[in-house]
């Protein structure tokens, strides 16, 4: 379940607004006092996508990228929850709030935040604002963090291809959006091209990101019960804090879960089902929030599209496991397939 917000809500006719944000550990109360034009110097803000902290997934890697930066910079960032059933107005009620506080950058953690990142940027050309997941903002104050998410997820697939006994393996995407639309591409041309006749099971959990298909481990549970019932033993999902179900039923029923964007292997809250967890599909939100967050203390901020590759480390695949790591056949497969993807022989679909 969703965490409830920290920012009250305000009437918009109300002309001073002061709220309290939710920190790594601590909170903070700024007014809007603060320059409305001028960049602060406080540290970085996040506005979470669905799901939250502790999502063990992607809100989490974005965490570690503020709590490195706040650890090297001696900064007091600040991170905010969302709310449940949110408008764009209510992100770019939160965005402007940020900005006026004093933070520097203000990052955007997924595509929902597009039109309001673009809408709020636009008011404080002098904060260097990070949206995550999406590429559409042309602003000389904007960086697009985005990702070759169908790279890593090509390698999953030949993970799963490897690894199937059953020679079914399944897909289970949070929201049926064109972002996780790539993470299913890349799965299943890796399983395609790694083992013939492999069925790949697909499932998308809601329509819409308000539907909760990022942020409810019980649909993600009850679809990966389904596609283990209809034989599949491997399953990966792309589904935010949803994965935590699937990864659930994957360990109950002693099968291998694929996990995705952070090493999962490694999350706390998922230790008990660890040695279900094959690997995971990651993408580094952790590092492009730093380095987004080190541009701007530098005075050299990052804009425009910086996209993560296997190329460049920006997506990867997890060794934790070694189950995964020191299974011969499997690295095999995965190390021809990544060096085909970065030398150009292997292109990876993105729909």
């Known amino acids: 379940m969703r965490r409830v917000s920290r920012i009250a809500a305000a009437s918009v006719a109300t002309a001073a607004l002061a709220v309290t944000v939710s920190a790594c550990g601590s909170s ?6 603060s320059s409305s034009k001028g960049g602060g110097d406080k540290g970085l803000a996040l506005a979470y996508d669905v799901g939250g902290k502790g999502d063990q997934s992607f809100n989490d890697a974005a965490t570690a990228g503020l709590d490195k930066a706040d ?20 992100k770019v009620q939160r ?44 602003a000389d104050n904007v960086a697009d963090l985005v990702f070759h998410e169908e790279q890593a997820s090509y390698l999953a697939g030949v993970a799963a291809a490897k690894a199937t006994k059953t020679n079914t393996v399944g897909f289970v995407g949070g929201v049926d959006v064109p972002l996780i639309h790539k993470f299913e591409a890349g799965f299943k041309q890796g399983v395609e091209d790694t083992k013939k006749g492999v069925k790949v099971k697909s499932q998308y959990l809601t329509e819409t990101a308000a539907e909760g298909g990022f942020a409810s481990p019980d649909k993600g549970e009850n679809a990966a019960e389904g596609q283990i019932d209809a034989g599949a033993d491997v399953v990966y999902a792309a589904a935010g804090l949803s ?6 039923a994957a360990n109950a029923h002693k099968i291998w879960a694929v996990g995705v964007d952070s090493d999962q292997y490694k999350q706390a ?14 993408k ?13 203390h530098d005075k050299k901020p990052q804009t425009g599209v910086i996209r993560g590759s296997l190329t460049n480390g920006g997506v990867s695949l997890a060794d934790s496991n070694p ?5 011969k056949a499997i690295q095999d497969a995965v190390k021809k397939a990544e060096e085909g993807i970065k030398s150009g022989t292997i292109k990876v679909k993105t729909s």
Do not use: C, H, R, W
Not at 110 to 120: D, L, M, N, S, T
Not at 243 to 248: D, E, H, L, R, S
Not at 269 to 282: F, N, P
Not at 323 to 327: I, K, R, S
């Open 284 to 296: 580094n939100v952790e590092g492009a929030v730093y380095e987004l967050a080190k541009s701007v």
């Open 28 to 33: 903070s109360t700024s007014s809007s006092n």
């Open 323 to 327: 189950a995964f790591a020191d299974n």
């Open 269 to 282: 809250a998922l230790a008990k089902y660890k040695d279900s967890i094959l690997t995971s599909a990651m």
């Open 71 to 90: 650890k090297e910079f001696g900064y007091k960032s600040t991170a905010v929850e969302p709310q449940d059933g949110e408008s764009d107005a209510d």
């Open 95 to 138: 965005l402007e709030q940020l900005a006026k506080s004093g933070y520097n950058p203000v990052i955007g953690v997924g595509f929902a935040y597009a039109p309001a990142v673009k809408e709020v940027a636009a008011k404080y050309p002098k904060i260097t604002f990070g949206i995550v997941d999406d590429e559409q903002i042309k």
């Open 243 to 248: 994965g935590q179900g699937v990864i659930k």
